[in-house]
């Protein structure tokens, strides 16, 4: 999906999240959107270091934990 | 600045960080980029509600606890 970063979806953008654990190393960024009308789910969306966009699930420790990590660091 | 959300950057995003609080009502999502080779800088990058970008400071604590409030919803 190669949508402007400064378009506002109207709509959720995942549909699952990826369930294992990336190691932060092949993060390149996390972007967190909040719930609210246009998604009732909170969506925590990284892009890989090859590109890739990957839904993360937001209760998930190890999601947080990388969340802290990048701030932290 | 409207570049395809899948691209990934090769340098600093911000060249300073916005200071004033901003209430989590007006944040439609925040992407954060670990620092690396293209920036050394953690960077916090805030999409507002009307569809400005402002880049936030990683260490100050109501950035911190927006980015708490955003996951633990």
New interface residues.
Partial sequence: ??????V?ELRCQCVGTHSKFIH?KF??????????PHCKN?E?IA?L?D?R?VCLE??APWV?LI?KT??D?
Avoid: D, W
């Fill in positions: 999906k190669a949508v402007p970063r400064s506002i932060p993060i390149h960024n996390v972007n967190l959107i909040p719930s609210g909170v925590v892009t270091t590109g966009e937001p209760t947080k969340i990048i701030l660091k």
